[in-house]
C-alpha cells in the first residue's frame, strides 16, 4: 500500500497540484523536458522529443500523444511551472492494473519531489481510476529509482531480460508493484501473496468465499498466463 505524505511533504508541497496536462501547458511542458533531456535520456524512450524539431511539429505530436486513449499524461504543477510529469500505461496482462512512468524536472531534483510524485500518482490511479494495483518497470542498473519506489511503498517482484529503454539500459527490468488496501486487507486476512490476489475474483466482497478455493487460488496465482513460460 502506498505510504502516506510524510511532514516534510505536507508542509514543502501543499500548494503542488497534479493534473492532466492540456493543449495550453504545450510550451512549459517542452522547458521542462528538455532542460531534463539529459537525465530523461539515460532510461526512458525520448520519442518525438527525441531530436530538435520545430515547435509546430512537437506540437502536433503532443497532442497527438495526449488525445490518445492509450495513456495518460500528468503533470506535478506549482502554478504553471512543471515540476515532473508521469504517464499511465494498461498493462498487458491484467485489465485491473496499470503502469507508471514518470520524471522530474532537473532543477527539480533532490528535493524529494520523485517519490511525492509518485505517491500522488500511484492514489490517483487506485481513487481515481480504480486500479487494483500500479506497476514500475525499473531498469536494473537505476538504483536511486529502486530505492524511491520501496520508499513510496512499491513491492519488489521480480527482475527479467527485455529490451530496456534509455543510454544506459542495461537489458534487465525490475518489476515493482503497489497494492491497494482491499488486496492488502485480504493478503493479510487470509495468509496470500498480494501479487496472487491482483485478478482474484474474491476482491470482490460478493465472491470472498472464493479466495477458501485452491481451485480457484491456483488460477489467479502469479505470474498470469501471458506471461508464464
Known amino acids: 500500500m502506498v505510504e502516506f505524505a510524510t511532514q516534510y511533504e505536507v508542509e514543502s508541497f501543499n500548494d503542488l497540484r497534479l493534473r492532466l496536462v492540456t493543449p495550453p501547458d ?3 511542458y517542452f522547458k521542462a523536458f528538455h532542460e531534463s533531456r539529459e537525465n530523461n535520456a539515460s532510461y526512458l524512450d525520448l520519442g518525438y522529443l527525441a531530436k530538435p524539431h520545430s515547435f509546430n511539429e512537437n506540437f ?3 497532442m497527438a500523444t495526449i488525445r490518445s486513449r492509450k495513456l495518460d499524461l500528468f503533470g506535478l504543477y506549482s502554478g504553471k ?3 515532473g510529469a508521469g504517464v499511465y500505461h494498461f498493462v498487458p496482462y491484467s485489465e485491473n492494473g496499470c503502469q507508471i512512468v514518470l520524471w522530474i524536472r532537473t532543477s527539480e531534483t533532490g528535493k524529494s519531489i520523485g517519490a511525492y510524485l509518485l505517491k500522488c500518482l500511484t492514489m490517483h490511479a487506485f481513487f481515481n481510476k480504480k486500479f487494483h494495483f500500479a506497476e514500475l518497470l525499473i531498469d536494473e542498473t537505476h538504483t536511486a529509482s529502486r530505492s524511491m519506489a520501496e520508499k513510496v511503498g512499491y513491492i519488489y517482484i521480480e527482475t ?3 529490451y530496456t529503454q ?3 539500459g542495461s537489458g534487465k527490468y525490475c518489476r515493482y508493484i503497489c497494492f491497494d488496501s482491499t488486496i492488502d486487507a485480504l493478503a493479510e486476512g487470509y495468509g496470500k501473496k498480494e501479487i496472487d490476489l491482483i485478478d482474484h475474483p474474491a476482491y470482490d466482497p460478493k465472491f ?3 479466495i477458501l478455493n485452491e481451485d480457484t487460488n491456483e488460477a489467479f496465482k502469479w505470474p498470469p498466463p ?3 513460460d
Open 166 to 168: 534509455g543510454e544506459k
Open 26 to 28: 504545450a510550451l512549459e
Open 160 to 162: 527479467f531480460e527485455t
Open 208 to 210: 470472498i468465499d472464493l
Open 60 to 62: 502536433a505530436s503532443f
Open 226 to 228: 501471458m506471461l508464464r
Open 81 to 83: 511551472r512543471v515540476l
